[in-house]
């Protein structure tokens, strides 16, 4: 595998119809790195998390303009297949989504599965085992593949989504608020996954939770708006020691120290 | 530290009994003492009928129950009893026709069915084809194989335009003159829903006339058509429903492994939504298997078995029901009934004609219900499974 290759975004705005949601971001992303993203409800964080890999264009009449370029391919050029970038972009949802109708085994095969694609059954045994195992759920679950994957407790499903997420091999894995409908003990398992996940992933995560991204993150970026209506803007990005202690931007240290927001 | 535990567990339990509340039976009691205030008064008045009696007694019991009730065990028992008696009362109201339809038409239909010859259950394996007058003979076997075959014909031309339809509604027409075009055909849909199953027979009959021919073509492909027109917009409706109820979250998790869009649709949102599609389809099914009218005009009726959609009349069991009954009582001159072609001899009966009504209908709830359990069992094994 080549030397892993950071995420470069070039002046990047995010519309949903005429609406501008997010304005002129630049910033380049670190490699085998975590960066969160932080910043008051409804600047544009998790909006922007989707368009790294085009998932905000689900949304009927959502688009973006500009670069994102990951691993040296502009993802918004016209020959790009947004289903090609999905697999190399992985995604961890807010809310934990199991598929409801599959097993465990079968969730974490989901990305093999769904996608036709055939591959032996020694393969697939030992895909399943190795991101149960990156996932931290191996032992958990290993007596029990077989049963439902909604039966698992909320912080268990969320790690079988990352399981399920990291089964397909993808580059970088986006996590938009993956912790914040989980209990502390389950927020600190998939925060010490984080960090595991890191030595091989990209990892982008947003988060409202301003202890948890000086937890786990090595870079920090932090978006605001101006007002309603107003687009968000990524005002400032630094290491996460940096933004946490010494900001540059009167606005980041407002927020940091709980001045608003 | 276990006495102080006992103790408190004695506390909370004799806490939740109250005292005051009344053994259920008390409710038969009152209900018991309604029935014979009503049936006396009745009497006295001259004016008794079962029926009365039940719902004058019913409605003693209610104030029987309560008023008891609100003495022994106060005004808020009083009134759960009362509220609790109101709903048991509106579920016998409505159960009532139900089982009393499904009483009648089984009783009835089972005795013919039974009692056919020369062996049982013949009614379902023979037809109609050299039955005379009123002879004791003949069976639904020709009908029987109508419906089905119409209605399997119907179900191949409408699951696939609805379901599709529905598909294109709820995961295309999101946007533009999708949009648009989604919104004109969720119109059409509801006024096709609308459309008198006459005037769905004389669409089927009108279109192959115009295509045919022959102005008197009659084929099972016509009643097909006609049924289809009635079955889509329900196929239509009742999947929209219920592949909007999949979770977008599912969608969304689909899209972020590289699932392809049409691939998500095959095989996460209708998997998702089978076990609702396929009671949704068997609905329409069933609303269109009682059709009489559109058959009646597009495929007819005759008295054997015609397995060809493609050419000829075809007897199917509304329709069957509907000559059956409109021929009525059989003029039986003698015990017996010959057939002057092949001289085979019948023994006669009046009610014959009556009596294979109500057994075709009976076949006919059969063939709805065999459906209806086989639509569950595909809910039962594909819904999603929520347990540990």
Known sequence: MAAPQPINIEDLDIYYSDFLAVEGVDVQIRPRSVTALIGPSGCGKSTFLRTLNRMHEVIPGAYAKGRVEINGEDIYDQKVDPVNVRRRVGMVFQKANPFPTMSIRDNVLAGVKLNNRRISRSASEELMERALKGANLWNEVKDRLDKPGMGLSGGQQQRLCIARTIAVQPDVVLMDEPCSALDPISTLAIEDLIHELKQEYTIVIVTHNMQQASRVSDRTGFFNIAGTGQPGHLIEVDDTDTIFTNPTNKQTEDYISGRFG | ?388
């Open chain 2, 1 to 388: 530290m276990s006495t102080p535990t006992a103790v408190q567990n004695e506390t909370s339990m004799r806490r939740s009994h109250d005292e005051r509340r009344l053994p259920w039976y008390h409710l038969v009691f009152t209900g018991l003492a309604g029935l014979v205030v009503a049936i006396a008064g009745l009497a006295i008045l001259d004016a008794f009928s079962i029926a009365a009696a039940i719902v004058v007694g019913f409605l003693l019991h209610l104030l029987f129950g309560w008023s008891y009730s609100l003495l022994r065990e106060g005004p808020r028992w009083a009134t759960e009893r009362l509220m609790t008696l109101l709903v048991i009362g509106a579920f016998a109201v409505a159960m009532f026709p139900l089982t009393s339809l499904l009483w009648e038409v089984a009783s009835r239909g089972m005795t013919r069915v039974l009692a056919a010859k020369p062996d049982p259950f013949a009614f379902w394996t023979s037809d109609m084809s050299g039955i005379i007058g009123g002879a004791d003979a003949g069976g639904v076997f020709h009908a029987a194989v109508g419906t089905l075959l119409i209605t399997l014909w119907a179900s191949i031309i409408s699951i696939p335009i609805g379901l599709f339809t529905a598909i294109f509604l709820v995961e295309y027409a999101d946007q533009g003159w999708k949009k648009t075009l989604g919104t004109g055909v969720t119109f059409l849909v509801d006024v096709m829903t609308g459309i008198p199953s006459i005037v769905a027979g004389l669409f089927g009959l009108s279109l192959f006339i115009t295509l045919m021919p022959d102005d008197s073509v009659r084929m099972g492909i016509m009643g097909a058509v006609a049924l289809s027109l009635l079955m889509i917009p329900t196929v239509v409706r009742n999947s929209e429903e219920m592949l909007r109820l999949v979770p977008m979250d599912l969608r969304e998790a689909a899209y972020a492994l590289g699932v392809p869009k049409w691939l998500t649709i095959v095989k996460v949102v209708l998997r998702t939504a089978i076990a609702g599609l396929s009671t949704g389809i068997t609905l329409a099914i069933a609303r269109v298997i009682g059709e009489t009218a559109p058959l009646l005009l597009t495929v007819g009726m005759v008295t054997s078995v015609n397995w060809n959609m493609f050419d000829g009349r075809m007897a199917t069991l509304p329709t069957f029901i509907n000559q059956q009954y409109r021929a009525g009582s059989a003029n039986c001159m003698s015990d017996t009934v010959t057939n002057p072609i092949s001289q085979e001899v019948y023994a006669c009966s009046i009610a014959t004609n009556i009596d294979r009504a109500w057994a075709a209908a009976f076949t006919l709830i059969v063939i709805v219900m065999v459906l209806n359990i086989i639509a569950r069992l595909i809910s039962h094994y594909f819904s999603p499974k929520l347990s540990r």
